[in-house]
């Protein structure tokens, strides 16, 4: 070990050098290795996560870019799981204004009814999230990272999997945060109605204020 990056026993000496705490300048559980699976394709990212959620115990948290993307055969694997636990299953949507269309309300529609009877706590951001990537944590401690591609046959798409306790705890208290701060689904879809029906014209998003009367 150089002087930049001394071992564990070199700092305890410095500790007790400088007469402070054991890990005052560095704690050995900062800093660790951890195994990360990594799959490329669109449909293999849903066979990685499809074990780990047919599994869950008490929560998955979700941090969606844009509308739903998972195949039948997973929506139903999840269906099948949530009905027979109780489990909470929370689901940030993250998109911009101009996207959030009848169209995006009718296909959300149609997957959470396929998950039907299990209840889905839906929440829409109107922020768009710089990467086209979706977050899953389960359990608060698996963790996938999934970058989408726009098309279902482009190989750039590709998923990270990995466990960590820590990790896992600290996403998932971010996108419970995030879900405090953001629209429930039926609201949001209930607002974009009305202003349609007042309006007559499609409209941007679930916040924006009605255009000034001339």
Known sequence: ????????KRLVDICRLLQVPD?????????R???ASVVSGHLVRFTQ???????AQSKIL?????GPKAPTWWREKLQEHL???HIDYTIVVCMSPKDITQEFFDRMDEALNALSPAVVDVHISEQPLPLDIDVIVVDGK?????????????DRACSIYFEDEKVGEAIGDQLVMLAGRTQKYELAKNFFRTRRALFGRPTEGVDAP????K
Request: hydrophobic residues 35%; aromatic residues 8%.
């Open 1 to 8: 070990m150089g002087r930049d990056n001394p071992g564990q």
């Open 23 to 31: 890990g005052y300048f560095y704690d050995e559980t900062e800093q």
């Open 33 to 35: 290795r951890l195994e």
């Open 49 to 55: 996560t499809a074990a780990i959620i047919g599994n």
């Open 62 to 66: 979700v941090l969606q870019a844009g």
């Open 83 to 85: 009905t027979k636990l």
């Open 142 to 154: 698996h963790v996938f990272l999934s970058l989408n591609a726009g098309d279902i046959r482009d």
């Open 210 to 213: 009605p255009p000034r009367q």
